[in-house]
């Protein structure tokens, strides 16, 4: 009885699978099986951070912003600190970037976490608010991250596209 009742009470068994502010997974790129999809509440993690510190998931999350994950390869890492300059000079969102390995203005995670998020490029997964997951997608350049945020944060043009349910 309290399997059941707890995410009822709580709202974690909420979902939003549809509608203008949830954008499904990108098909044609292939994300881990385990990864959160759109929809669903953000996944309770832990990650460190540069001093060592560890943080969960939801303590990196202030309520006011979408919060943007990039868990990148330790390859990637000066291009994302770049992107995350930029996007958080234009754009109301926090970035948080996240690497296997512990590097300067990154924060790190065991390589389980990391797998389940990451299927060896990197990959994105845009958080709303309200802690739900608005957007994930598997992308082989840093530099398509504008664009795809880009298309999420234009606005509809009607009502209806605002308040419709996508099948």
Not at 26 to 45: C, I, L, Q
Not at 105 to 127: E, I, K, M, R, W
Not at 129 to 155: C, E, G, H, M, W
Request: hydrophobic share 35%.
């Amino acid at each position: 009885m309290q399997e059941h009742l707890f995410p009822v009470i709580s709202q974690t068994g909420i979902r939003y699978d549809s509608g203008y502010l949830v954008r499904q997974r990108d098909r044609v790129r292939v994300m881990p099986e385990d990864s959160p999809t759109p929809g669903e509440r953000w996944p309770y993690a832990t990650f460190q951070t540069e001093d060592g510190q560890t943080m969960s998931s939801y303590a990196l999350i202030y309520y006011a912003f979408h919060h943007l994950f990039l868990f990148v390869p330790a390859a990637e890492v000066s291009a994302a600190l770049d992107l995350k300059e930029t996007l958080e000079q234009t754009l109301r969102l926090q970035i948080h970037i996240v690497t296997p390995r512990r590097q300067a203005g990154t924060l790190n995670c065991d390589l389980t976490t990391f797998a389940q998020f990451n299927s060896g490029g990197s990959t994105v997964y845009l958080v709303r608010p309200d802690a739900y997951l608005s957007l994930s997608a598997d992308v082989r350049n840093l530099k398509t991250i504008p664009s795809l945020l880009q298309r999420y944060f234009s606005a509809p043009t009607t009502h209806q596209q605002l308040f419709s349910v996508e099948h």
